[in-house]
Nanobody
């Protein structure tokens, strides 16, 4: 069974940084593309960043240059380093992967950017 557990969220001032972590189990982690999504109340979940098993990355335009996705294929973790955070980055952030056509999410971790 696929299990994803996010951590690292919190309250940060504008311009600050946070690093999110996602621990994955139940998959051959190094073979799987991993994603970070975020969602605010009343809005659809938004794809923020993607990393392939080999380390190729992609970002949504609004975070490009500020966020960095990375992975550790030994410890089965994916990370999201978030720098120069803005109030509009406030959201619940979710780790995601797709296995056999089914999309798995963790419980999410809340990021609040406010002064």
């Amino acid at each position: 069974q696929v299990h994803l557990v996010e951590s690292g969220g919190g309250l940060v001032q504008p311009g600050g940084s946070l690093k999110l972590s996602c621990a994955a189990s139940g998959i051959n982690f190094r073979l799987f593309v991993m994603h970070w999504y975020r969602q605010t109340p009343g809005k659809e979940r938004e794809l923020v960043a993607t990393i392939t098993g080999a380390g190729g990355t992609n970002y949504t335009d609004s975070v490009n240059g500020r966020f960095t996705i990375s992975r550790d294929n030994v410890y089965n973790r994916v990370y999201l380093q978030m720098n120069n955070l803005k109030p509009e980055d406030t959201a619940r952030y979710y780790c995601n992967t797709i296995r056999q056509g089914y999309s798995y999410y963790g419980q999410g971790t809340q990021v609040t950017v406010s002064s």
